[in-house]
């Protein structure tokens, strides 16, 4: 019963309420795969990989409606990206539609899209693309603010046909814009976030999720020299409280859980293997972070069932990934383990408690001021 409690508590506060935030657009509604097929340059497309400014390509999208029509649909490539397009024999895309073209189809509101497709021919690089959109399911299940996803069998015609064709099962992502304006927030473009700016269930939840899917390829408070807050996060904040920030991950692909050959853990974390779990979350106040604990807890089996039904991922792999993510469940319900593996790790203690000391006092001048008031009114 305790731990029923702490779900709808911690639910109240991570979820998006459903009067609020709006419904995805047509394309995230649902998680069928959908067949399509990309007509375009794509080898001249791949050939502008390394270049600054990379020009889009036109071409035509076509796949097929819930009714079995076929729909052909303009559409411009280019190679996006930053490491994955420098690294990879196959560089992602991005889709950019004619919004116009768009109305009363599957792809209704969309503008450009990120497709995450395989860095390499053959059956591992495709595998490795499913656990990477499993991941951002898994978060989807933890969270309504998060990065909608649909997975497309996409087959690739080279038009310059430079390239024989192919088909990868790849998947899209929900743009970043379309998200904020779901959940009625926006985009901050910040320098960095300070200690007392986060939303702390909110992040307690992200950090938990973080250790889950094993990746340590992000920041919730600081983005690369340079560039924008964070990295591998998005900062949305509510239009009129700048200072309630929440931090959206994405580009999961060098996680423990998707275990890709070129990922690797950072030099700060003591650890040799991208797989092996150590948390790197920050430290909360009183009773958040368990509250977060408890409601990953009881989202456990809905998670698991997520891998256990994804067929595209192979029996082996999916065997062996169960068995990691159940790992990770049964440490955060051993009150020994969690507290020895997560609770003790947290970092920013000496950061949380000014922070608590300054609200206190904070609360005290308001109680003194109140106070003084009141006795003045007499």
Known sequence: MKNFLYALILAALVAVPAAVGKEKKPLFRENTVIKAVLTAPIAQTYAQRDQEVRIYHPGYFSYSDGNGDSRRLDVSIRTRGLFRREYCALPPLQLNFKKKQLKGTI????????????CQDGPYAQQLVVLEYLAYKTFEILTERSYGTRLVRLSYVDTDEKREPWTDLVFVIEDDKDMAKRLELVRLGVVENDFDQIDRPYTALVDLFQML???????????????DCCHNTTILAPKHDADTRYAVPFDFDMSGLVNARYAAPPSHVPIRFVRTR???????????LDDAIDYVLSKRGEILALYENTWELESKKKKKTIAWLEDYFD??????????????????QE???????????????????????EKSRD
């Open 351 to 373: 950061e949380l408690e000014e922070m608590l000391a300054s609200e206190a006092e904070s609360r005290e001048k308001d109680a003194r001021d109140k106070k003084a008031r």
């Open 107 to 118: 792809l209704d509101g969309q503008d450009k899209l990120k497709v995450v497709a395989p």
């Open 213 to 227: 899917i094993s990746n340590y390829d992000y920041s919730i408070l600081q983005g690369p020299e340079g560039r």
């Open 331 to 348: 440490m955060l319900a051993d009150p020994e383990r969690r507290d020895k593996e997560v609770v003790s790790r947290c970092r920013g």
């Open 278 to 288: 150590h948390y790197r979350g920050l430290c909360h106040p009183p009773g958040v």
